[in-house]
């Protein structure tokens, strides 16, 4: 096996030796310093799940192995029949998992090669991230240029950052260590990277919320009625990360929402809205990259949250957003300094990507609706869709006023006027019709919202004393929520019988828990014993209202 | 299977969807879940090299993974025979590498459990991290307690942290953002996760440089010449991790450093001090695992480099430090504002941890000795301890210099009289005679430093037209010398010719590269070509010397 000669201009090539206190091979390895020729290695799918990581397996006595610079944990680059993918290296001593002239490759790895098993494969050591120099600076607190971002933020959508650059990247631009202007070219760096939608209309619309609100979901009310307008509006939503369902798991209780790009496309063409998930559609990849380490930190600071937001919405090609800031003392933001703050960043990058941002701040002290869970909060929509009696008005009222707002947009429309257009949508029954032919065009699954089935297992929760209910913990009812089993559990979840402000008697019932499963019961019911999420007290303890909307 | 019911009393449990964008398991994972009774499981040993990452693999048709809560790349804990190890877990569609009811683990993993193929063996989802609080509490910016830094870096000594978690600590505590007292809590706890070592010696001397000028090798005659006079001076030295050469590395050239710790304790009784390698010792182990991630970044702040060498010192049992802090335009600290506030936070931290600590701002300019490379270096420090007329006057010069600071720590020596009592330890041969004793306790290996044998290969550096040479980078000196295969080739590195403020001629040598591999020596060569290291010049461009130790 001969060595390979040439070198890296970039980057200093350097040995590595297996007894430095060095443990983190990223960067060490030269730029392909050992390249086997084509033909020297056959691929192996070896029957290993390393979920999102790749692993190559080469064999301890194999030669490219044995012609040094390659060890356990180097970052490898795997080649076959034109594609590469990146790896990290496992050394194997059992030739009946690869043997001396394979390279065996993990589940995953091999999915993405294409070959089949014995395809002609090569591997070398993998470059180390072009952007890194940009990485070191903003660790060191320098200001980055635009076309640094942009280089980042592409070598992270490729996948080229290990978790420890990923996580140094998200600490280091983390609280106030970015200026607007960062925030703006991470933004634009972000779109960049992945699909850019065009739905070839001057007006596409769209809302998003910050979050940390259960059972706010409003979008699946605001979509259908906007839409019945006549307005474009795809919507497309994430899965719940920590919380208890999110619009794509709510609306997977009543149709499909991984939906191949085209079909998408015509059913926006047809009913100019749609509710689907967002994860088929390649848009702003770097987002969900970062998302993977900045979950496990907590983190979420406004340069963050500002990116990831504005980047998903210009990617999917809105040019008209509005935003749903809550504030309550349990919500992610809780006091109106800190939202104007926040709205002055949304509105400043907007502003720089051409999109025409609407920013409310809504009254975030409690959860919205009385479901949480995807069973329960698509029986709360589908009722107020209905104008059933027992339909949560708070859902309705924010719903209105949110698709209000949208409505505004269209410039034949006057300010003021959208609310009163979208609440006649919605009595009249355009936006149930609307929502219907949405749910059949992605592929109904025939949810039966009259008798919704909810988890078999429940617990109730009691006033422990009579008075008014003076505050609900959003996060703690989200906590008890997921315990109980959502949203993997759809049937699972929490429905609240009683509201901020209302008076209870000792004894009544403050909400139902459902779940499936028996332990997951048991993990809500000692949740519910350290915390119930309720307070009782008297009106003047009822928090302040911080607006009105 | 049932699932277990008990409840985390710290920590949210959360049941994982595979469809959520959240790429990391680490935290969300239920304390212990899920826990096979013992037996359930037997132990495989699954022939994979993973390195210093320990992995399980399960079948996918296990029960405990069936049971849920368990997918690829989850935390796990696998315990047999009384022993626990953390691990990362590998779900295997092949029952040829672990059967249904087999736990394997990779070859490292299964070394640490101590017990043979097919013992009973059990498996958990690993517990999160108890300090992560406080690890959340740095990132968002605040001040940390003296609880809050054991937690930590008990937790980080424990592997206890992913990368993630890591990465982040070290991140989030770069720059200024530890005060001097967190800087001190920050060592102190380091000190706390490991090994405490105790001479029994009211007196116990030590030396260290915070690093950066290649062929400084002064600990090698430092310690000879301070133990002939007698004071207590156990040396533990680390390997090269990204320089040519560390004292460790230069020491093996001569004799075994690799040393179990009743050897080493047995040598410093006989011979008063000691080279030996520091990774056996199980001193400030968190120190090691927290450089796997600095490295990788390049981070090197003046809180984490005191925290790691004063906690490191502290807990070899030190009492008396010499410090040396060289200056140059290549060296770490380049100006003598930036030496002064670097000596003051180590005088700092010192002082609470009741090490007696002296600190001497070194020249720095460039390359100390000619040798730079383990074998190059030997030669130099041999060369020194007999007073071979070639031997190069600089080392001898800033050793007599710090071996005197450490001699003046004598109650009985007074100060200024330490340089004397040092130059005449060397020039009478008893310092010669030292290193010959503690060579041969821990384990000669017959270096012969008359004629050292070299790489084989060799290239020669010229200078391309007369003049005085005006600068010598220490940083491409060094990048040279790891080409040409140093430290892993012990017999590779770089030989100076010409130093600082030194006349040459057009065409004469300033230094000869040694490798003993073709790609090795074209590496190097090419390293070269883009820059020699070496500015020919006149008098007047000579940097101003900082200081004159």
């Given at each position: 096996m001969e060595r390979g000669v040439a070198l890296g201009e970039r980057q200093p090539v350097y040995r590595r030796s297996m007894?430095?206190?060095?443990?983190?091979p990223t960067h060490l390895p030269?730029?392909?310093a050992v390249t086997v020729p084509d033909g020297g290695l056959t691929l192996r799918r070896v029957a290993i799940d390393t979920y999102h990581e790749n692993v190559a397996y080469l064999h301890r006595d194999c030669a490219v192995v044995r012609a040094e610079g390659f060890q356990a944990l180097s970052k490898v680059e795997v080649r076959a029949n034109g594609k590469c993918i990146l790896a990290t290296l496992n050394v194997v001593d059992d030739a009946s998992i690869v043997g001396c002239n394979q390279l065996g490759v993990s589940e995953d790895a091999f999915a993405q090669l294409e070959v089949p098993d014995g395809h002609p494969a090569a591997i070398s050591q993998a470059e180390p991230a072009e952007s890194i120099p940009a990485l070191f600076r903003k660790i060191n607190g320098e200001r980055l240029t635009r076309e640094d971002f942009r280089a980042i933020v592409r070598d992270i959508a490729q996948l080229r950052y290990s978790k420890i650059e990923l996580t140094a990247f998200v600490v280091a631009c983390n609280?106030?260590?970015?200026d607007r202007e960062e925030v703006f070219f991470l933004s634009e760096a972000m779109v960049a990277s992945g699909r850019r939608l065009d739905w070839h209309a001057s007006l596409v619309v769209d809302k998003h919320c910050i979050g940390g609100i259960p059972g706010n979901r409003t979008s699946m009310l605001v979509v259908p009625i906007v839409a019945a307008y006549g307005l474009v509006f795809p919507k497309t939503s994430s899965r719940a990360i920590t919380s208890p369902a999110g619009t794509a798991d709510t609306m997977e209780v009543l149709a499909k929402v991984e939906l191949p790009f085209q079909q998408l496309t015509g059913i926006v063409r047809d009913h100019h809205g749609c509710l689907a998930w967002g994860g088929t559609a390649h848009l702003s990849p770097a987002d969900d990259v970062l998302i993977s380490v900045e979950r496990p930190l907590n983190l979420d600071s406004p340069g963050q949250m500002v990116a990831s937001i504005l980047s998903k919405k210009v990617a999917a090609g809105a040019t008209h957003l509005v935003l749903d800031i809550p504030i309550g003392?349990?919500?992610?933001?809780?006091s109106m300094p800190e939202a104007q703050r926040l709205r002055r960043l949304f509105e400043y990058v907007a502003q720089r990507m051409h999109l025409s941002l609407d920013v409310v701040i809504t009254d975030g002290r409690q959860p919205i609706g009385r479901g949480i869970g995807p069973v329960l909060e698509a029986r709360d929509v589908m009722q107020v869709l209905e104008n059933h009696p027992d339909a949560p008005n708070d859902l309705r009222q924010k719903s209105l006023r949110l698709a209000g707002r949208l409505i505004e947009c269209s410039p034949d429309v006057r300010g003021g006027d959208g609310f009163g257009i979208a609440r006649d949508i919605l009595d009249s029954g355009r936006a149930l019709a609307q929502m219907q032919a949405i749910i059949q065009a992605q592929g109904s699954h025939g949810f039966d919202h009259q008798h919704p089935a909810l988890g078999a297992l429940s617990l109730e929760v009691t006033a422990p004393?009579?008075?008014?209910?003076t505050a609900i913990d959003n996060r703690q009812i989200a906590h008890i929520a997921r315990l109980a089993g959502a949203p993997k559990v759809k049937v699972a979840g929490v429905d609240l019988r009683a509201k901020l402000g209302e008076s209870v008697q000792a004894g009544e019932v403050l909400y139902r828990v459902h779940a499936s499963y028996p332990a997951d019961l048991e993990f809500a019911r000692q949740a519910v014993a350290r915390s119930s999420g309720y307070s009782i007290g008297e009106a003047g303890q009822l928090p302040h209202v911080f607006v009105e909307f």
């Amino acid at each position: 096996m001969e060595r390979g000669v040439a070198l890296g201009e970039r980057q200093p090539v350097y040995r590595r030796s297996m007894k430095t206190a060095d443990r983190e091979p990223t960067h060490l390895p030269a730029t392909a310093a050992v390249t086997v020729p084509d033909g020297g290695l056959t691929l192996r799918r070896v029957a290993i799940d390393t979920y999102h990581e790749n692993v190559a397996y080469l064999h301890r006595d194999c030669a490219v192995v044995r012609a040094e610079g390659f060890q356990a944990l180097s970052k490898v680059e795997v080649r076959a029949n034109g594609k590469c993918i990146l790896a990290t290296l496992n050394v194997v001593d059992d030739a009946s998992i690869v043997g001396c002239n394979q390279l065996g490759v993990s589940e995953d790895a091999f999915a993405q090669l294409e070959v089949p098993d014995g395809h002609p494969a090569a591997i070398s050591q993998a470059e180390p991230a072009e952007s890194i120099p940009a990485l070191f600076r903003k660790i060191n607190g320098e200001r980055l240029t635009r076309e640094d971002f942009r280089a980042i933020v592409r070598d992270i959508a490729q996948l080229r950052y290990s978790k420890i650059e990923l996580t140094a990247f998200v600490v280091a631009c983390n609280r106030s260590e970015l200026d607007r202007e960062e925030v703006f070219f991470l933004s634009e760096a972000m779109v960049a990277s992945g699909r850019r939608l065009d739905w070839h209309a001057s007006l596409v619309v769209d809302k998003h919320c910050i979050g940390g609100i259960p059972g706010n979901r409003t979008s699946m009310l605001v979509v259908p009625i906007v839409a019945a307008y006549g307005l474009v509006f795809p919507k497309t939503s994430s899965r719940a990360i920590t919380s208890p369902a999110g619009t794509a798991d709510t609306m997977e209780v009543l149709a499909k929402v991984e939906l191949p790009f085209q079909q998408l496309t015509g059913i926006v063409r047809d009913h100019h809205g749609c509710l689907a998930w967002g994860g088929t559609a390649h848009l702003s990849p770097a987002d969900d990259v970062l998302i993977s380490v900045e979950r496990p930190l907590n983190l979420d600071s406004p340069g963050q949250m500002v990116a990831s937001i504005l980047s998903k919405k210009v990617a999917a090609g809105a040019t008209h957003l509005v935003l749903d800031i809550p504030i309550g003392p349990t919500a992610k933001v809780r006091s109106m300094p800190e939202a104007q703050r926040l709205r002055r960043l949304f509105e400043y990058v907007a502003q720089r990507m051409h999109l025409s941002l609407d920013v409310v701040i809504t009254d975030g002290r409690q959860p919205i609706g009385r479901g949480i869970g995807p069973v329960l909060e698509a029986r709360d929509v589908m009722q107020v869709l209905e104008n059933h009696p027992d339909a949560p008005n708070d859902l309705r009222q924010k719903s209105l006023r949110l698709a209000g707002r949208l409505i505004e947009c269209s410039p034949d429309v006057r300010g003021g006027d959208g609310f009163g257009i979208a609440r006649d949508i919605l009595d009249s029954g355009r936006a149930l019709a609307q929502m219907q032919a949405i749910i059949q065009a992605q592929g109904s699954h025939g949810f039966d919202h009259q008798h919704p089935a909810l988890g078999a297992l429940s617990l109730e929760v009691t006033a422990p004393q009579a008075g008014l209910v003076t505050a609900i913990d959003n996060r703690q009812i989200a906590h008890i929520a997921r315990l109980a089993g959502a949203p993997k559990v759809k049937v699972a979840g929490v429905d609240l019988r009683a509201k901020l402000g209302e008076s209870v008697q000792a004894g009544e019932v403050l909400y139902r828990v459902h779940a499936s499963y028996p332990a997951d019961l048991e993990f809500a019911r000692q949740a519910v014993a350290r915390s119930s999420g309720y307070s009782i007290g008297e009106a003047g303890q009822l928090p302040h209202v911080f607006v009105e909307f």
